[in-house]
């Protein structure tokens, strides 16, 4: 049996797993990264919990995988930005550093990617040779595999299908773009949405309705509200246009949807289903496949070793 | 020296080749299917047409390809719609017809796509291993090479770029969407639009403005008709939209810009080129590239030979 690491850089912490080449974690562990300024000790603080986890579970790696939000260039292993909670990162050689430290193959790619990696090899993506994966959250973010393969693009920085603009005279998105598919369909869109739906009409918002709790808005729409269903359902549409164009670009047969708000399940996928024929050429709708992602919570973990193990075996 | 046979089917013509390997034109010719209703007599006239161009050439062909409008399965053979100007051909099982008159490879393709292939193999896509084609005419089409070879989805309907919907609320498409990229960007459009604007100041439309003339309006536009300029403007926006998505999805290093509109040039281009920032991630465009492709009247003979090429050696 081979092994594998995955370490999962977010904005708060890093999750770092054995794995082993069923996609099974062996062994994980989390450390804090919160308020440190430098990556160095960051690379340090990881790599010691890596060392311990190795030594605990007297298994030996293949490879390490890292996955971390933004653009890694995978012709340099150079951090490029779009990282907003992560700001320490760009400007550095993520794979150089561990690799220096470990004497292993190092890949890291960006945590969408990762996930859609995972989901390839070890997840529902099994299923499928073209597919797309949405990460629903704080932001969106997308994966692809075209042809049986983990397509990243010329450096890398494919699959930034949340900056898709789907109205070009629609709000404008932190990247400059208007319209873009993340003002809509992200779980904070969804919660600003709600917001002013309700201050519109002086009800105060609940008091658990924070930017990043687009739970709460998808719960009082499972619970009949209709303001919030009609949020929900806004958002519905946004995906099936989104996901609309994306079969009529790239005739995939399927997009599995991961991240936070896929919790949300057929209250989200519903309307998404029933609304894509309005954006799809009818012969390529024919079978496709839209359903949540397999790996859940240590989607993270799984997906960054998956990128070592497909990156080592290519 | 290896050689292919491409044919080109059109609305009113089928354009017969011999091509070397490396894209040359050995001999063409073109054959009258106007008015024909029965695909097995147009296959009948286009294979005696081959069948003299290869006694006239005195070549052996190693495959032929077939270009032709709309969806043509390529886990089938069969072709299944979308080809409005020959509507014989649904239904018919294109690659097999061929195979059984010539007992040699054949491969077919939807006309874009074949486009697409030449200019992967024999054009300006030589440059490139992450690019999509464009071509602009009656309608959109489009095709993809990723990671160097060309994508054409699951069963060989990728690239209906086209039918992007860039605004849910936009004009109703004749696939039956709303806001469809062709609706904006064909030569049909750009068109009516023009019409529109002429309606409007009660000034009757020029003689030969034809619903296919676009060039016309280009034209108007180059001399500096304001009102041309604002269409030509409005189509490069949307242009603009089309491809900045495309570059945030696939991360692509360039796209070629094809068909009748292509013609326009920098007059098109450079509007596009100025507009593309506003729908990029901002490190995704570093490098692009925009530009006419390079295979023009022959295009679509020269693109389905290329697919017999590439065919025959995957």
């Given at each position: 049996?081979?092994?594998?690491?995955?370490?999962?850089?977010?904005?708060?912490?890093?999750?770092?797993?054995?794995?082993?080449?069923?996609?099974?974690?062996?062994?994980?562990?989390?450390?804090?990264?919160?308020?440190?300024?430098?990556?160095?000790?960051?690379?340090?603080?990881?790599?010691?919990?890596?060392?311990?986890?190795?030594?605990?579970?007297?298994?030996?790696?293949?490879?390490?995988?890292?996955?971390?939000?933004?653009?890694?260039?995978?012709?340099?292993?150079?951090?490029?930005?779009?990282?907003?909670?992560?700001?320490?990162?760009?400007?550095?050689?993520?794979?150089?550093?561990?690799?220096?430290?470990?004497?292993?193959?190092?890949?890291?790619?960006?945590?969408?990617?990762?996930?859609?990696?995972?989901?390839?090899?070890?997840?529902?993506?099994?299923?499928?040779?073209?597919?797309?994966?949405?990460?629903?959250?704080?932001?969106?973010?997308?994966?692809?595999?075209?042809?049986?393969?983990?397509?990243?693009?010329?450096?890398?920085?494919?699959?930034?299908?949340?900056?898709?603009?789907?109205?070009?005279?629609?709000?404008?998105?932190?990247?400059?773009?208007?319209?873009?598919?993340?003002?809509?369909?992200?779980?904070?869109?969804?919660?600003?949405?709600?917001?002013?739906?309700?201050?519109?009409?002086?009800?105060?918002?609940?008091?658990?309705?924070?930017?990043?709790?687009?739970?709460?808005?998808?719960?009082?729409?499972?619970?009949?509200?209709?303001?919030?269903?009609?949020?929900?359902?806004?958002?519905a549409g946004k995906l099936a246009q989104a996901i609309g164009?994306?079969?009529?670009?790239?005739?995939?047969?399927?997009?599995?949807?991961?991240?936070?708000?896929?919790?949300?399940?057929?209250?989200?996928?519903?309307?998404?289903?029933?609304?894509?024929?309005?954006?799809?050429?009818?012969?390529?709708?024919?079978?496709?496949?839209?359903?949540?992602?397999?790996?859940?919570?240590?989607?993270?973990?799984?997906?960054?070793?998956?990128?070592?193990?497909?990156?080592?075996?290519?």
């Amino acid at each position: 049996m081979n092994y594998y690491a995955g370490i999962d850089l977010g904005g708060s912490s890093a999750k770092i797993g054995v794995i082993d080449e069923n996609g099974k974690i062996i062994a994980k562990k989390k450390t804090d990264i919160d308020r440190m300024r430098d990556f160095h000790l960051i690379a340090d603080k990881i790599s010691d919990s890596l060392k311990s986890l190795l030594v605990d579970t007297a298994k030996e790696i293949k490879a390490i995988g890292i996955g971390t939000p933004g653009f890694i260039n995978k012709q340099t292993g150079m951090h490029e930005g779009g990282s907003a909670n992560l700001p320490m990162l760009p400007g550095n050689n993520i794979v150089g550093e561990f690799k220096d430290k470990f004497r292993l193959p190092v890949y890291a790619d960006n945590d969408a990617t990762c996930a859609t990696a995972g989901e390839h090899i070890f997840g529902a993506g099994r299923n499928f040779t073209d597919f797309i994966l949405l990460t629903l959250g704080t932001g969106i973010g997308g994966g692809l595999v075209l042809d049986g393969k983990l397509y990243t693009g010329k450096i890398g920085f494919a699959g930034e299908i949340g900056h898709m603009s789907l109205d070009p005279d629609g709000p404008l998105c932190n990247c400059g773009n208007r319209g873009c598919f993340e003002q809509y369909s992200s779980g904070p869109a969804m919660v600003k949405s709600y917001r002013e739906k309700l201050k519109k009409r002086n009800v105060a918002p609940p008091d658990d309705l924070a930017e990043n709790n687009a739970r709460l808005v998808l719960e009082k729409a499972a619970q009949g509200d209709s303001l919030a269903m009609d949020v929900v359902f806004t958002a519905a549409g946004k995906l099936a246009q989104a996901i609309g164009s994306l079969i009529n670009i790239l005739n995939i047969e399927a997009c599995l949807i991961g991240g936070g708000i896929s919790r949300a399940g057929d209250l989200l996928l519903k309307p998404v289903r029933s609304m894509l024929p309005d954006f799809v050429w009818p012969p390529l709708i024919k079978n496709f496949v839209l359903q949540i992602a397999s790996l859940q919570n240590d989607a993270g973990i799984i997906g960054a070793a998956a990128i070592a193990k497909i990156s080592l075996q290519s």
